[in-house]
């Protein structure tokens, strides 16, 4: 009888240790589940312009997005030229953020040397015109907004 109750009395010691655990160690514990369960690498809401609807599913969003980002690019470089010795077939990848606040600004522009030798100032130019783009509703995780980050490619084609 003594054995069992010694037993039971350490078993119990070893199953009690939880109710002695703070209510803030419980709570972080909770807080890092959730966060491991976030999929951080997609949002619930993506960046909205005044032309998209913000009730619509997930999936027209970002049609919506792609489309008028797109028209805003190609308007933004609608005035650009450049004089060419050669002729040039390539694509050049533009990196763009849109910060939490809905501010859209021009991370990178690809420099890849067969532009650059025939435009010296290229990544400059399209900076510098890509930079005045409007500003949008930013992008949503859980409610929260947050920064986006997407590419756009930029087709050069000369005759």
């Given at each position: 009888m003594r054995k069992l109750w010694s037993i039971t009395f350490f078993l119990?010691?070893?199953?009690?240790?939880?109710?002695?655990?703070?209510?803030?160690?419980?709570?972080?514990?909770?807080?890092?589940?959730?966060?491991l369960a976030i999929d951080?690498?997609?949002?619930?809401?993506?960046?909205?312009?005044?032309?998209?609807?913000?009730?619509?599913?997930?999936e027209a969003q970002r049609e919506c997005f792609q489309n008028v980002i797109s028209e805003y690019f190609?308007?933004?470089?609608?005035?650009?030229?450049?004089?060419?010795?050669?002729?040039?077939?390539?694509?050049?990848?533009?990196?763009?953020?849109?910060?939490?606040?809905?501010?859209?600004?021009?991370l990178n522009v690809e420099e890849k040397t067969?532009?650059?030798?025939?435009?010296?100032n290229f990544n400059d130019k399209i900076s510098a015109r890509l930079n005045d783009l409007t500003t949008v509703a930013p992008a949503l995780k859980r409610g929260n907004p947050v920064g986006l980050r997407f590419r756009l490619p930029l087709v050069l084609n000369t005759n």
């Open positions: 119990g010691l070893l199953v009690s240790c939880e109710l002695f655990e703070s209510k803030e160690v419980k709570t972080q514990k909770l807080v890092n589940e959730e966060l951080w690498n997609d949002v619930d809401q993506y960046p909205l312009f005044e032309d998209c609807d913000e009730t619509a599913d997930k190609a308007e933004a470089l609608a005035g650009l030229e450049f004089q060419v010795r050669n002729d040039l077939h390539d694509t050049v990848y533009i990196d763009f953020l849109i910060d939490e606040h809905g501010f859209i600004s021009v067969s532009v650059l030798n025939e435009i010296s």
